[in-house]
């Protein structure tokens, strides 16, 4: 299948070039992308930004993706911990930003250390089934991501509903969302881009390792 990043449609390569989306040559990636980094660091803004406004905006929603404790794995390691065991297209990682934007908007829920990861390895998994033509199974994502596979999922099935099952996202939605991630340096400066604005999407365009267990429990049931 070919991915966003590199639709004939819609060209603007150079963005993905240097996010390490599509590299000339066509030749694999070895290590993670610069988006990862990006990606990283937007995330770790949004926890922050969170943590420093006053405590009536603090109060979020416990949802199922909701842990007992945060994973003692930073978000920067996490990331690359998913790219380098599930070997998915990097645009999958786009994908799922999207998804997790619109699962908070349509949640009213906000985006904290305790759901962080979990939203993560559950998007990126749902965005490789849906635009990868190979994947692994839940089973093999649940052991990268450090929870059971039944808990897996049942967070799963979660976020489809969540989305209303619309997993798909056009070219225009998904080059927005990478140069918002351009934007967002390695030291967490970017250009203001908050997440309610992120989340104002046209809902009609949406249409083998061992490693080892590094999340704790999930509180929701």
């Not at 991915?3 to 030749?27: H, N, Q």
């Not at 990006?38 to 406004?53: G, K, N, P, T, V």
């Not at 070997?87 to 904290?112: M, N």
């Not at 604005?197 to 365009?205: Q, Y």
Request: charged fraction near 25%.
């Amino acid at each position: 299948m070919e991915t966003l990043a590199t639709d004939p449609g819609f060209v603007d390569s150079g963005v993905y070039l240097r996010l390490g989306l599509i590299v000339e040559g066509k030749i694999r990636l070895k290590k993670p992308p610069t988006l990862l980094s990006r990606l990283a660091s937007s995330l770790e803004r949004s926890l922050l930004l969170r943590d420093e406004s006053p405590p009536e905006f603090q109060h979020s929603a416990v949802t199922v993706f909701d842990g007992r404790s945060p994973p003692e794995i930073t978000i920067s390691d996490y990331l690359d911990r998913i790219f380098i065991y599930s070997r998915c297209s990097p645009s999958c990682f786009v994908v799922a930003y999207v998804y997790i934007l619109q699962f908070l908007d349509v949640t009213r829920a906000h985006l904290t250390p305790l759901n962080v990861h979990r939203l993560l390895v559950t998007s990126v998994m749902l965005a490789a089934k849906v635009f990868d033509d190979r994947y692994y199974n839940n089973a093999y994502y649940a052991r990268v991501g450090g929870v059971s596979t039944r808990e897996l999922n049942r967070l799963e099935m979660k976020l489809l509903f969540a989305l209303d099952f619309k997993l798909q996202v056009d070219p225009h939605t998904f080059h927005a969302h990478c140069c918002q991630l351009e934007k967002q340096n390695s030291d967490g400066i970017q250009i203001e881009w908050p997440i309610k604005e992120a989340c104002r999407l046209d809902k009609e365009t949406w249409r083998k390792s061992t490693p080892e267990s590094v999340c704790s429990q999930t509180t929701a049931r």
